[in-house]
């Protein structure tokens, strides 16, 4: 079956950078749009990034934007996550997730999601 | 942004109720509005797609209802493992927000 596996999480201090990797197995990955989405303590859900299957399209919101960075590596099944200049309101457990699509667009949804993993951003 | 808000934040059911949900949108999205279940501790579950469309595997007791801006997820017969949160989430335009969630809890 689809899994979705995340993992590179920490405490981290302002300012510095980590990189979260999500390895995909069960489906074939490289024929999906894949995305990061995050989840603060006692919070709602915030989507951070979307990629499309072949890494050519790729979306931030302005929350992360210049500071994150989506890749994938379909060789090795592999999405991630370099965060970049972190601040403590990026602390939250961060979700990897599949889109139903290779082109993910206007009307989709997130279909299978990791367990996430938990990013602690504090001095 | 488009701007989720659901309403209740929190409920209490007992097993066997009826519950509604509703999440409306500061503008309108068509009908792209995604709902979610979440149990503690775990990864969100999409149950309703566009709307109204059932995720395949999710029971037949959730159903989804709406467009424009204001939507509607029911759950018919609440049983022991729906208690969970719900997400709503729109996907008309980018960012693809979220709701703030609605905690269901056992009454």
């Known amino acids: 079956q689809v899994q979705l596996v995340e993992s590179g999480g920490g405490v981290v201090q302002p300012g510095r950078s980590l990189r979260l990797s999500c390895a995909a197995s069960g489906f074939t990955f490289s024929d999906y749009g894949m995305y990061w989405v995050r989840q603060a303590p006692g919070k709602g859900l915030e989507y951070v990034s979307l990629i499309w299957y072949d890494g050519s399209n790729k979306y931030y919101p302005d929350s992360v934007k210049g500071r994150f960075t989506i890749s994938r590596d379909n060789s090795k099944n592999t999405l991630y996550l370099q965060m970049n200049n972190l601040r403590t309101e990026d602390t939250a457990v961060y979700f990897c997730a599949s889109d139903p699509l290779r082109r993910p667009a206007a009307g989709t949804y997130f279909q299978h999601w990791g367990q996430g993993t938990l990013v602690t951003v504090s001095s | 942004d488009i701007q989720m808000t659901q309403s209740p934040s929190s409920l209490s059911a007992s097993v066997g109720d009826r519950v509604t949900i509703t999440c409306r949108a500061s503008?309108?999205?068509?009908?792209?509005l995604n709902w979610y279940q979440q149990k503690p501790g775990k990864a969100p579950k999409v149950l309703i797609y566009?709307?109204?469309s059932l995720q395949s595997g999710v029971p037949s007791r959730f159903s989804g209802s709406g467009s424009g801006a204001d939507f509607t997820l029911t759950i018919s017969g609440l049983q022991p493992e729906d208690f969970a949160t719900y997400h709503c989430q729109q996907t008309y335009i980018t960012p693809w927000t979220f709701g703030q969630g609605t905690k269901v809890e056992i009454k």
């Open positions: 503008q309108t999205i068509n009908s792209y």
């Open positions: 566009a709307a109204s």
